[in-house]
Each structure stands twice: as structure tokens, then as C-alpha cells.
Nanobody
Framework: VQLVESGGGLVQAGGSLRLSCAAS????????MGWYRQAPGKQRELVAV???????NYADSVKGRFTISRANAKNTVYLQMNGLEPEDTAVYYC??????????????WGQGTQVTVSS
């Protein structure tokens, strides 16, 4: 199974971007999905997560600006980012807890997508 991210790019401060992450392959179900980011010289940090039931959790730094959502039928998670700030510049990674028909489970990461916010 692969997680394929899209939607990153360069945007001016105050602008918006929408990230998408789709899981491809034979999957029984996906539990928690989330977005993390890593800026140069910093550790990877949680941005937002959403459970299979739709409960969400956000980093304090993005509350009120970012919205996470998912389309279970498409095995896809989204991150709508509004009011972007230069401090949001980072590589954004998708993460998912995947359950397979075999009964096994795996935590999987995407390859990352660059988001750059200019001042």
C-alpha cells in the first residue's frame, strides 16, 4: 500500500492550499489518518489527525486555520490550509493506520509534499 500526496506548492502569506493523500492498494479499512510536517532543522510534528469515526485533533499552531477531513470510500484524507504563514513552510507528510484483510496492520507514511509560504 502506498500513500500518495498532492497539493503542495508555493503560496503567499495569507493564501490557501489543499493537500490530498490517497491510499492505493488492497485495504480492509483505515483507522486514524493524519498530517505531520517537518521544517528544515526541526523535528517532525503533528499537524492534524482524524479517526475513522471523524474525531479530529489539531496542533495549537494551526487551530482555526487548518481543517482535516476524509473520504472513507476513497481512502483519502485532506488538509485545507487557510491563512498560511511563513512559519507553515515545511514538508508535509501523510500518515495512516491501515488494516488488511489478512488481519495485519501497518502504520504507513507518504513521501511528503513541500509547502512554501512566502512573506
Amino acid at each position: 500500500v502506498q500513500l500518495v500526496e498532492s497539493g503542495g506548492g508555493l503560496v503567499q502569506a495569507g493564501g490557501s492550499l489543499r493537500l490530498s493523500c490517497a491510499a492505493s492498494g488492497i485495504i480492509f479499512s483505515i483507522n486514524t489518518m493524519g498530517w505531520y510536517r517537518q521544517a528544515p532543522g526541526k523535528q517532525r510534528e503533528l499537524v492534524a489527525v482524524i479517526t475513522g469515526g471523524g474525531s479530529t485533533n489539531y496542533a495549537d499552531s494551526v487551530k482555526g486555520r487548518f481543517t482535516i477531513s476524509r473520504a472513507n470510500a476513497k481512502n483519502t484524507v485532506y488538509l485545507q490550509m487557510n491563512g498560511l504563514e511563513p512559519e507553515d513552510t515545511a514538508v508535509y507528510y501523510c500518515n495512516a493506520d491501515i488494516l488488511y484483510y489478512s488481519g495485519s496492520a501497518d502504520n504507513t507514511w507518504g513521501q511528503g509534499t513541500q509547502v512554501t509560504v512566502s512573506s
